[in-house]
């Protein structure tokens, strides 16, 4: 049976769908589907059939979960979307990750939202229940925004212990659960916490996006606003890894996605500035620490040729499941870009889309 490969794109402007061969030579674009909708947050989900799911926002009617069962043509509304029961006090505004949960959990979905939370479907995401043991976590009432909001944007499994997950949430930090998400502990050790003014210093770090090693669930990385991280105790501590990073006097580690290959490759794109947040010197590079390596190299200079004074946030960079592995990302510019050879080079595939949120990738089996 032939497989193919597809590029979710979540645009602030509806969905975008590039398929592939598994060669990845030639790409054709599909979309917009759900134009006019913002989609933080798309999932290709294969367990229980082929099935696309978009976290939707609009400015006029709010923040919902849509399914596809046909690719992309046509589109239902969840009615039970997430929400907040109205004496929380919190509102929500955004979904901003969606994420299939254990392999033994076929049906389970995951989605972290904004205000920060998470919910929970048992049933291929027609209803959702809130797993309120973060949601009323003690520090909970010194929870503060980044500048994007206060977004749980980070949702990752581990693949060998269905009850241990993390979340990563700006600008609060990092929580693990140990028992399915009932309780949760805050493991932020070793991080830069920001001057939110709060007392409680176990939150109040600016997490920006976080990836789990292919081969040891006890090993996390991080970009984070002040720097990039690597924990090798599940969470409980955390190291700066920032060798190779700042090349200038006056560069920072900071940056958006972090993103690691099935083989344990790392990939970073550094901006100039928290202040700025844009391309250092209008250069779109991209940076690898291989497995076994310590240091960060500038491996792909993306268009050479060209200055790119863009952006690539947070989810906006990803890795399949193919060998050789593809690297992809989308810049706020609205361009794609897929490199086949671990970021050496780097081919823009077709069309000019709007500012990116998500990139995503799903194998296919015809």
Known sequence: MAKRVQLLVGTNKGIFIYSSTVERKSWS??????PGWEAYS??????FGTKLYAGTSHAAYGATIRVSSNGGETWEQITDSPSY?????????????????????????F??????GLFVSRDSGQTWKELDGLTKHPS????????GGMCLHTIIMDPGNSKRMWVGISAVGVFRTLDGGLSWKPCNNGLNRIP????DESVGYCVHKMVLDPENADVLYMQEHSGVFKSIDGGDSWLPIEEGLTLREGDMPFGFPIAISQTGDLFLIPL????????????LLVYRMARGEHSWKPIGDVLPEEERHVSVLRDAMTVDALEPYGLYFGTTSGEVFCSLDRGENWEQLPGQLSRI???????MED
């Open 196 to 199: 939110t003014g709060q007392p």
């Open 357 to 363: 949120l998500t990139v995503k990738t799903m194998i």
């Open 272 to 283: 100039e500035s928290s202040e700025l947040r844009s391309m250092r010197d209008g250069k």
């Open 29 to 34: 674009l599909q979309g917009p589907f759900l």
């Open 140 to 147: 909970r009432p010194e929870w503060f925004p980044g500048a």
């Open 42 to 47: 798309v999932l290709g989900a294969t367990r």
């Open 85 to 109: 029961k109205e004496e929380s006090g919190f509102s929500l505004n955004r979904i901003w990750q969606l994420v299939q949960g254990p392999a033994s959990e076929p049906e389970t979905l």
């Open 111 to 116: 989605a972290g939202v904004e205000e920060a």
